[in-house]
């Protein structure tokens, strides 16, 4: 069934002169996977892919430095046209904790890699603002920018307020450092400020103590 789906795919693409390939798509964020986050829903908006429209990735505890870096939460194959839109939800159960859209680039019958930025200073922040441009549909770092705005497509980003760690601060939470990824600032958890049988909620500082589930006893799904 998969390669009957490509070898349509592959036909339609070549009738039609639209451009094909493959994505690969990752998350990099500072919300607390399984504290704060259950799971990673990603989707293509109108591009018919060879692969599943959507895919989800549960998110673990052990994953806060994976989404820090850039978590691979999606791989799209034979996706066509060469500027898909890319919906990413994070989710507490079914509860949506952000929503964010982006446009990547593929080259044609190539390959591409999109990162979407989930900041936690987005919480709380309706875009387009007030006073913003209607394209502005985004948020980022705190601010409203278009789905243009990718850490491989910047063009289109307001100025980045970090270039280094030192720029970012730790937000008032006392087990937080702060982290500059891609000229926005990240709050990265370090466990060993809290003490014994503590665990740090980036929303908080040390919390409670942690069972052996490994979550701690007054920890939710939620922010």
């Known amino acids: 069934m998969r390669l009957a789906l490509a070898f349509l795919l592959l036909l339609v693409g070549c009738d039609s002169g639209t451009s094909r390939g493959d994505l690969v798509v990752r998350v990099k964020s500072d919300l607390q996977p399984g504290f ?12 018919p892919t060879a692969s599943d429209g959507e895919q989800t990735v549960r998110a673990l505890t052990a994953e806060h430095s994976s989404y820090l870096a850039g978590r691979e939460v999606a791989v ?3 996706v066509l046209g060469a500027d898909p839109v890319v919906r990413v939800r994070v989710m507490a159960g079914e509860v949506v904790l952000a929503d964010r ?3 990547a680039r593929i080259p044609n019958g190539g390959a ?4 979407v930025l989930v900041t936690r200073d987005c ?12 394209n502005e549909t985004e948020c980022v770092g705190g601010a409203c920018v278009p789905r243009s705005c990718t850490p ?5 980003c307001p100025p980045p307020p970090c270039s280094r760690d ?22 990265a958890a370090d466990e060993s400020l809290c003490g014994a049988g503590q665990h740090c909620a980036l929303s908080s500082g040390c919390v409670g103590s942690v069972g052996d589930s490994g979550v ?7 922010p």
């Open 112 to 115: 591409a890699v999109l990162t």
């Open 166 to 187: 030192s720029d970012c601060s730790n937000g008032g939470i006392e087990c937080a450092l702060g982290r500059c990824a891609d000229g926005r600032c990240l709050l």
């Open 123 to 134: 919480q709380g922040v309706t875009c387009p603002g007030v006073a913003g441009a209607a």
């Open 76 to 78: 799209f194959e034979g």
């Open 101 to 103: 859209h982006a446009i």
């Open 152 to 156: 491989e497509s910047p063009g289109t």
């Open 216 to 222: 701690p006893d007054d920890a939710g799904a939620g």
């Open 36 to 47: 704060e986050f259950t799971e990673v829903r990603t989707s293509l908006e109108g591009s």
